[in-house]
């Protein structure tokens, strides 16, 4: 089995290492990439998702595709924002598919 996971946004990829917060470099919650948008719209990376989790300061989401758990993190310290510059309609348990938009940075 494997998934297919596609960008959220025109981005530039780093490897995790590459993250300045040592809890996601030093793979804490798991292995992953590390992203830098290029524009402010972010959407689906997935074909076919469930959105398990929607942190409350909209900073964090989560997904299930295929029985496997994904996050996609925004930023760096976001939490202390209290979702001010994020915009969102997803909620827990909506489906998604490729290109369905997540989030905004407003």
């Known amino acids: 089995m494997y998934i297919k996971i596609y960008a959220p946004v025109n981005c530039e990829v780093k490897s995790m290492q590459k993250c300045s917060d040592p ?5 804490m919650l798991g292995d992953g990439i590390v992203i830098e948008p290029k524009n402010n719209v972010f959407t689906s990376p997935f074909e076919n998702a469930t959105c398990t989790m929607v942190f409350e300061t909209k900073h ?6 295929q029985g496997c758990e994904f996050l996609i993190h925004c930023g760096i310290d976001t939490v202390n924002l209290n979702g001010k510059p994020f915009k969102t309609n997803l909620r827990q348990n909506m ?5 369905d938009q997540i989030f905004q940075l407003i």
């Open 23 to 27: 809890t996601f470099a030093g793979k």
């Open 95 to 99: 489906s998604v598919k490729l290109g």
């Open 60 to 65: 964090a989401y989560g997904f299930e595709v």
